[in-house]
Structures are given as C-alpha cells and as structure tokens.
C-alpha cells in the first residue's frame, strides 16, 4: 500500500517539465557563448536546446514578458533580462547581510565603534547592514541611506577593482553627485566643478587623477580612511569584501568621533581587513586569487 507520503514524493510535479524547459532556455542565455555574443538569435537556442523553433520562439517571448530575458529590437538576440538579475541581486545581498553579522559584530566589539556593511548603487553607496556601539555617542545606523561614493572610504574601496576605463566612466557620471541623501545634504555645483567636502576639509579625492591615486593607496594597503570629509569631527576606514569570482561586492566600514578613533585609523583600517578577508573567505572568495 502507498502513503500519501509515498505518493507525493514520487508522483510528478505539475508543469514540471514545462519549468525545466524555462530553465533551460535561461542557462543557454547565461552560456559564456551567449554572454560574448551579447546575446543569441531563437534559430541558435533552439539548436542548442534541441527544440522546436516555434515553441523556443513562444516561451522566450513570455519570458521576456516577465522580464526574466530581454529582447534587443535590432539584433532580435535574446539575453538575461534585468528582473533575473534584481532576484539575484537580492538573494545574494540576503546572504551577504546575514553572513556579515558575526563579522561586523567582532569589529564592534575590537573598536567598540559602530560598523557598516555598504555596497554600491551607480554612484552613491548603500548601506545594507549597521552593527551599533555601545557607547551614548556613537554612529548612527544607515541601513537604506545613500551617501555619494565619490566622498566615502566604502565607496572608494567598492570601486578599487575596477579596470581604468570602467572607472573613468563612472567618475565622469557621478564623480559630482550630490553628497548624502541624510544628515549631510550640500548644495549641488554644476558639472565640471569638483565637489567639496561639506566640511571644508579638503578631500582627498577631487578629480580623476586623485582618485586614481586613492585608489591605488588602497590597492597597497587593502583598506581605505577618510578623515572629516564626510562629516565634521567623524572619521572612518572601509575594507573590501570579495566574492567567490573575486570581485569586489562589499565593503566593511568603521566610523567614530575623530577624538576616539582618528590615531588609530591605520590600526583600525588593517583589522577591517584581516576581518572583511575572513568574511570573503566564506563566500567562496580565494585570496591567492586576488
């Protein structure tokens, strides 16, 4: 006699079939051929599928309906479509925030200062994650503030493993964003003018130059500090965090009343370090690799 059990582990899932066909037009679309090619025609992911034209034809259209593959009106090539990578993009970043927390909490508790976990969005960072002091006077949580990258450590390091031109681009699009979107809220200058801190400390980055060479500090240290440019009296240091392609997907900061923690920086930003290593490590990050 059969249990209910029995049955429902070896009966056949409804549309089954029809969801591992989906899925294997998608992987065919993730292929290294499809990725070099910017994307493949329905009469080659039907070949390589080992399917009918028509019927490729039809659940790449639904699939782009959804968002899931996108379709490019000149080439008529498919490619992965922007709402396959948001899902992603958020089941990694869900993973990201709870592997960190054990991380950032060991940083509060060596520093006794609050700890972020940031990643970039275009040109602001993002901060995903806070682990608060104990101390009365301390840094604020930022969970889903943004902050212009430009004028952060965090963002500095997010984009320390850049290629020349990729970067070049983006600082020529958001090397003047407006500052914070927060406690801290300048004036926008117009384009063409470095920014300011608001501080009135001069920052370290101000045009491309500078920060190329910011970035190439940070290369050699493996941590970032900033001191006041960001906010009066406030200083801080990031960290990079790497992923299993080892790329850069994150960055551990540490920020604190310059009284408390500004002789200490170099020390802080080393253990951000050692730290945010252990953290890449455990997402698959290999550091011979880097």
């Not at 991380?103 to 609050?114: D, I, P, W």
Request: proline share 4%.
């Amino acid at each position: 006699m059969t249990t209910d059990s029995e049955a429902a582990v070896t009966a056949p899932r409804r549309n089954s079939a029809g969801l591992r066909r989906d899925l294997e037009l998608l992987e065919i679309l993730g292929s290294p051929e499809a990725e070099s090619a910017g994307g493949l025609g329905v009469v080659r992911v039907s070949e390589l599928a080992g399917r009918d034209k028509g019927a490729v034809s039809r659940t790449l259209a639904t699939l782009a309906d959804s968002g899931l593959v996108s379709r490019d009106s000149v080439t008529q090539s498919y490619r992965l479509g922007y709402q396959l990578y948001a899902l992603a993009a958020r089941t990694l970043e869900s993973r990201l925030v709870r592997a960190s927390v054990p991380y950032l909490r060991r940083m509060v508790t060596a520093t006794h200062e609050t700890t972020h976990l940031c990643v970039l969005r275009g040109g602001n960072v993002l901060t995903l994650a806070s682990e608060l002091s104990e101390y009365a006077f301390r840094g604020l949580g930022w969970e889903g503030v943004s902050t212009a990258a430009w004028q952060t450590s965090s963002g500095r390091v997010l984009v320390s493993d850049w290629a020349e031109d990729d970067l070049r681009r983006w600082y020529e699009a958001h090397g003047h964003d407006a500052a914070v979107t927060g406690p801290v809220s300048p004036p926008l200058q117009a384009s063409g003018v470095p920014m300011a801190s608001p501080t009135g400390v001069t920052p370290l980055v101000t045009d491309f130059d500078s920060l190329t060479a910011e970035i190439a500090r940070i290369r050699r240290r493996g941590f970032a500090t900033v001191d006041e440019e960001f906010e009066t009296g406030v200083v801080g240091v990031s960290a990079p965090v790497f992923d299993f392609r080892q790329n850069i997907i994150a960055a551990i900061n540490v920020s604190a009343p310059k009284p408390r923690l500004g002789a200490h920086l170099d020390e802080a930003g080393a253990l951000a370090a050692r730290v945010a290593a252990e953290l890449s490590a455990q997402l698959g990050a290999n550091s011979r690799g880097r």
